[in-house]
T-cell receptor, first 116, second 110 residues
Framework: NAGVMQNPRHLVRRRGQEARLRCSPM?????VYWYRQLPEEGLKFMVY????????ESGMPKERFSAEFPKEGPSILRIQQVVRGDSAAYFC??????????????FGPGTRLTVT | GQNIDQPTEMTATEGAIVQINCTYQ??????LFWYQQHAGEAPTFLSY????GLEEKGRFSSFLSRSKGYSYLLLKELQMKDSASYLC???????????FGSGTRLLVRP
């Protein structure tokens, strides 16, 4: 059973370009979460999605950031017009509501975004 | 508030026991999680406490006191591979929304 998959693992973008980060949840999981981790800091919640629905986006910056989880295919975190402050590790996690631990989240390996 | 406090760094000796403490603001509490994160890798789930007391799982145990807003992770018989960051996280107003501390970097020395 493959774990949470994220790609690319490393992404370099120039200021002003767009970054697209992809996440495929674990098999059987229908809940996806995105977190951002700045250097030397903890993970910060960004958004929680179920298939075709954004449940909670309270941690998303108001501009330039968007997320989706379509009926088919991976979840996408999209950052438009990237700036240097967007450089961070972006982790995706998934969960099932049927796990022994409520909302036990399994993390992917992360995408390390570097903005030059 | 949702502050979570844990020590930044700890050092311990192989074979010893180490306790990593975590304090959190108790309002809107919905469970306490511990994750392990090796450098450059994904956090991996270690434990979940929602009731007071000690949960033991092999070499790792986790304790919770809800009234004190306090948890600790206890690692026994330390091994070199236990060198990692240990992240304390609480479930927020909804348990899915994990609120993480900055993590404790543990260095295990021979």
């Amino acid at each position: 059973n493959a774990g949470v998959m994220q790609n690319p693992r490393h992404l370099v973008r120039r200021r002003g370009q767009e970054a697209r980060l992809r996440c495929s949840p674990m098999k059987g999981h229908s809940h996806v979460y995105w977190y951002r981790q700045l250097p030397e800091e903890g993970l910060k919640f960004m958004v929680y999605l179920q298939k075709e629905n954004i449940i909670d986006e309270s941690g998303m910056p108001k501009e330039r950031f968007s997320a989706e989880f379509p009926k088919e295919g991976p979840s996408i975190l999209r950052i438009q017009q990237v700036v240097r402050g967007d450089s961070a590790a972006y982790f995706c996690a998934s969960s099932s509501t049927t796990g022994a631990t409520p909302y036990e989240q399994y993390f992917g390996p992360g995408t390390r975004l570097t903005v030059t | 508030g949702q502050n979570i406090d844990q020590p930044t760094e700890m050092t311990a000796t192989e074979g010893a026991i180490v306790q990593i403490n975590c304090t959190y603001q108790t309002s809107g509490f919905n469970g306490l999680f511990w994750y392990q994160q090796h450098a450059g890798e994904a956090p991996t789930f270690l434990s979940y406490n929602v009731l007071d007391g000690l949960e033991e799982k092999g070499r790792f145990s986790s304790f919770l006191s809800r009234s004190k807003g306090y948890s600790y992770l206890l690692l026994k018989e330390l091994q070199m591979k236990d060198s990692a960051s240990y992240l304390c996280a609480r479930g927020g107003d909804s348990s899915y929304k994990l609120i993480f501390g900055s993590g404790t970097r543990l260095l295990v020395r021979p």
